[in-house]
């Protein structure tokens, strides 16, 4: 499942993919779906993660 990380607060380094990015107040990653990742907190901070909504993907009866 892809996700959203947007860094609210504070200072973080996100790590996937075997790259490293800082993201400081309103810094945005988008990570892949599954992909080993890492987050660290440079400082004290506050994360907003976004997921996609889930859905039933079963084929509908009727």
Partial sequence: M???LQTFEGSLRITADGRS???DPGGLIHLGTRGPHAVEALAPS???IVLPPVTDR???QG
Wanted: hydrophobic share 60%; glycine share 0%.
């Fill in 2 to 4: 892809p996700v959203l």
């Fill in 58 to 60: 079963r084929p509908r």
């Fill in 46 to 48: 506050k994360l907003v």
């Fill in 21 to 23: 990015v800082a993201l």
